[in-house]
DNA sequence: CCCTGATTCGC
DNA sequence: GCGAATCAGG
């Protein structure tokens, strides 16, 4: 496979979206995503510039690579103010919110076979977005029993534990979080809409 | 261990 | 120019 137009164009675009360069190379098929980071670099669009914030959803990993450049790096672009293309049209990728000092991400979620499962759709009102990409990915679901549950798969119960479908996700968790990217999304929902409740 | 991007260097 | 191997980090 070579880099035509169009998957030259493909990758630009993707990677402008954020996307991970894993994903890229997956969606473009054929190549590694060693090959679209090399790419991307040769292209000359290393940095994903941002000035509104924090929009990276499925990849942020490593971000302070300032690092030693041993040798001179021939980036020039004094004159290139870029006017940082940032539309992002994609709803997809916004169930984040900054601002939360709450210490709130603490759960062990442990899930004790029983009953104290913290989070569990209800009669919560989480972000319709978010809630969304849920009922997405529980299509996908692994749909594990317990014990197939590893440090590593998604541990969102899903169903009634009384009922015989009850299961879990399964899905490959964020990193070190209990739980896959869009369960996370609705399990660490950091207060927003809602927060005064009767009282 | 999973993942991320960054760099190097033979091709 | 390309990308596997390697590196460096979360």
Redo the contacts with the bound molecule.
């Keep these: ?3 035509n137009d169009e998957r030259v164009e493909l990758l630009k675009k993707m990677w402008g979206e954020g ?5 890229i190379a997956k969606e473009l098929g054929g ?5 679209v ?6 292209l000359g669009l ?2 994903r510039n941002g000035s509104g914030g924090t929009a990276t959803t ?8 300032a ?1 030693a ?3 001179a ?1 021939t980036k020039a672009k004094p004159t290139a103010p870029k006017p940082a293309p940032k539309p992002a049209p994609k709803p997809e990728a916004a169930v984040e919110a900054p601002p939360a000092p709450a210490p709130v991400s603490r759960i062990k979620a442990i899930i004790p076979a029983g009953q104290p499962l913290p989070p569990q759709p209800s009669a919560n009102e989480i972000d319709p977005a978010a809630l969304a990409k849920v009922s997405e990915v529980e299509k996908k679901a692994k749909r594990l029993t317990l014990m197939e549950l590893t440090e ?1 798969t998604c541990k969102w119960p899903v169903g009634d534990p009384a009922t015989p479908d009850f299961w879990f996700c399964g899905l ?1 968790v964020q ?1 070190g979080k209990p739980y896959c990217e869009a369960h996370v999304g609705v399990a660490f929902q950091p207060m927003s809409s809602r927060r005064d409740r009767k009282r």
């Design positions: 496979m070579s880099w996307q991970s360069a894993s994903q190549v590694t995503r060693n090959a980071i090399g790419k991307v670099h040769r290393s940095n499925a990849g942020a990993a490593s971000d302070t690579k690092k450049a041993p040798e790096k590593r490959p990193s």
